[in-house]
């Protein structure tokens, strides 16, 4: 589930935009035949912000998150400025869309990993119990469990109102998480991933003629303490750490990633990549099964 990072570095990860002007933008870019609608409202600092989404109907549908830690800017920008882009790609390809482009929007406004309120953490839907009685909030490599639950409504309001959403839409065929890491220094990538990792491949390659891959290392990108997370030789990690990536595959969707760009990648850089991948998977529910 990714819990706290170290450290803020520069990038677009650092850009100022106020989430009135970002909404605004946002129910005016989405194109027919998809429609903006907004899922919950919540109240931060005594304001209230619009959790946004938007829906284009069509079989095998992909849903993509970004915005998740309002200090990783690059997803919520790119599903903005693209929207109309990816929409038209869905479309002519037959493939259906649920995008929820700035999950936790006081965050992205002040540039604060979580919520204003510092409700944390998010990116949190399951717990595992590991022996009877005992619940964590990932497992370790090799850790068995004996049983698996959603958190329920005891998280932060944007991540309990992003639940609630999805439970009550169908469920996708592919899922992708935009994210960045903050912590590790010069323009990086690398890839959370469940599922036939051939799939993947080609835009890990893509990818990596942008910027290098991150392979064979450690990753500290908020993980539970003492529970070292690597990205194997080709750059990807499969790791149960009750985020929402994790719980798409616990829903039996066949291909869910979460993809990470450091925030010292350049911002257009970042963008492509980030699109590498939206395509790519609008891709693959286009092949179906």
Known sequence: MRRSRRGQTGGVANSRVLFADYAARWNASVPAPAESFTYA????????????????????????TAGFHGDEKAG??????????IVAYAAARGVGLQIYPC???????????????????NNDFLRYEVQPGVWH??????????AV?????????????????????????????????NFI????????????????????????????VLRGSIVDSGH??????????????????????????????????AIETTTETP???ADEINLIWIRGFVDLAAQGD
Do not use: C
């Not at 409202?41 to 993509?64: A, H, N, Y």
């Not at 919520?76 to 882009?85: F, I």
């Not at 909030?137 to 004996?146: K, N, P, S, V």
């Open 41 to 64: 409202t919540v109240l931060e600092d005594g304001r209230e912000f619009s959790l946004l989404g938007l829906r284009l109907p069509g079989p095998r549908p992909v849903v993509v």
């Open 76 to 85: 919520p920008l790119t599903l903005l400025e693209h929207v109309a882009e």
């Open 103 to 121: 999950i936790n929007p006081s965050g992205f406004e002040v540039h604060t990993r979580y919520n204003m309120a510092g409700e944390r953490p």
């Open 137 to 146: 909030g990932e497992l370790r490599e090799g850790q068995t469990f004996t």
């Open 149 to 181: 639950a959603p958190v329920g409504d005891g998280g932060p309001k944007e991540t309990v109102a992003l639940a609630r959403a999805l439970a009550a839409g169908p469920t996708p065929f592919a899922a992708l998480d935009l994210h960045q890491d």
């Open 185 to 212: 220094h010069g323009a990086w990538f690398y890839a959370y991933v469940f599922g036939d990792l051939a799939a993947y491949r080609p835009l890990l390659a893509r990818s990596g003629t942008l910027v290098p």
């Open 224 to 257: 539970e303490p003492d529970s070292n997370i690597y990205a194997d030789a080709e750059g990807f990690i499969v790791s149960h750490d009750g985020s929402i990536t994790d719980k798409f595959q616990r829903d039996g969707v066949l291909y869910t990633a």
């Open 267 to 269: 911002g257009p850089i």
